[in-house]
């Protein structure tokens, strides 16, 4: 498949953020366990939970039942959602020791939770799984805390702008415009001007902290949010700038008003706004390109997000679409260890799985794609985009969940005008400090 030859090299230039390794590729394995080898014995129930979509949802459930079929000693429940409240029903269950056998967890909580609840397998001690397809690089990269592998990347995803080439044709502006924070400014009030219903970017408080702040940030700074020594990796300027320019977004309309923008927290895509198909663009991770693009239908395309002219690093994020962890707690460890091996392996669940979790982690799973053009040519485009502007990786302090809610409460006074830029500059500051201290602390 074009494209997608790309895609894998691309993969090998993933900076480390765990340890560092000598060149792209697996280790090796003098043998490889059957993906389709029926496990023998008792019964057994496994729980296997994530996040997503419809088509997501029923990949994944068709995939379960495959195994089922080959496995009939095995049952799997799936537990799905959608993103909303997922993080926070997981961490119950991680307190509670109820958590699933099997879970799905995004890489910025993959070291948190590690530390905060121990209950993640290191899967380097599980011979039924075998990883030797994964580049090894990028496995490391974002699957390794304190030295044990605790997650297997889903797929290879980043950062885009999914855009609907329809409204921006409609409202003056050229689709095929390279992005930066000044033109979203000067190009993007044209798409409210031409209909009061519609704007040229939805989004929501979440994904504002998640996809906007920090590349916009880390484009002034050429630093980390948060840096290696637990400082603080901007100066008060550079967010009363970033906060000011947000103020910015809302004055102009370029975004709709918080009061209908924040009911939508964590899915804009629930938004009438985009639904109605009256959005101009919004800023994705690739991952969630194929749902979240239905509304546009042909008029979709995908283009890199802003990047400022004098950015000291392009903010674009190159990272796994999501984590697959095995509970250390379960009682069935080899039996999720078997079901994973299948999920990653076996060529008739990559045929299944598609592009429902981006582009295929394994060598064996882009080789099942390509040959069977499973994998939507807008993914494909958005990781060569992507890549080919990738900047620095994010460290795992930066992503710190505490920390992003502390942005978030900045953001929402910004957006409903409770807060000055300066004002809301000065109250996260303040915060950040007082909760990295506590981190530091926790750390030693």
Known sequence: ???????????????????????????????????????????????????????????????????????????????????D?????????????????????????????????????????????????????FVKSYGVVDGKLV???????????????????????????????????????KVNQADPKSHFLVTDQFATVVQILPPYL????????????????????????????????????????????????????????????????????IAAIGPRKEPFKDSADVVLPPIAKDAKDTGVIVRPAQMLSINSKSANKEEAAKFLNFFFNDKEALAILKDTRSVPPTEIGRKVSADANLIDPLILKAIDSSTSKQGMADNVISLNIQLQNIMMDAVEKIGFGKSTPEAAADEMIKQFQSKLTELKAAAK
């Not at 490889?32 to 994944?60: M, Y």
């Not at 995939?63 to 993103?83: C, D, F, H, R, T």
Request: contains cysteine; neutral net charge; aromatic residues 10%.
């Open 85 to 137: 409240g997922y993080k926070e029903k997981l961490m119950t269950q991680l307190a509670g020791g109820s958590a699933p056998d099997i879970m799905q967890i995004d890489p910025p909580w993959l070291a948190d939770f590690t530390k905060q609840f121990n209950s993640f397998e290191d899967l380097n001690k599980q011979q039924d799984l075998d990883i030797k397809g994964f580049d090894e690089a």
């Open 151 to 189: 997650g297997l990347p889903t797929g290879i995803s980043g950062i885009t702008m999914l855009i609907n080439k329809d409204v921006l044709t409609k409202s003056g502006i050229n689709p095929d415009t390279v992005w930066d924070w000044d033109t979203i400014l000067s190009e993007g009030p």
């Open 1 to 83: 498949m074009k494209g997608l030859s790309k895609v894998v090299s691309a993969v090998c230039m993933v900076p480390l953020l765990a340890l560092a390794v000598a060149g792209c590729g697996g280790k090796d394995s003098s043998s490889s366990p059957d993906a389709t080898k029926a496990s023998g014995g008792k019964n057994v129930t496994l729980r296997f939970s994530w996040w997503g979509s419809d088509p997501r949802h029923k990949a994944t459930l068709d995939v379960i039942a495959l195994y089922q079929s080959k496995n009939p000693n095995v049952k799997i429940e799936g537990e799905y959602m959608g993103a």
């Open 218 to 285: 880390k484009q002034k700074t050429g630093k980390q949010i948060v840096n290696d020594d637990y400082t603080i990796g901007f100066t008060k300027a550079d967010l009363v700038d970033a906060f000011t320019y947000l103020k910015k977004l809302f004055d102009t309309k370029v975004v709709e008003p918080a009061a209908q923008q924040y009911m939508f927290k964590a899915k804009y895509f629930e938004n009438p706004v985009w639904a109605n198909k009256q959005a101009g663009s919004t800023i994705e991770w």
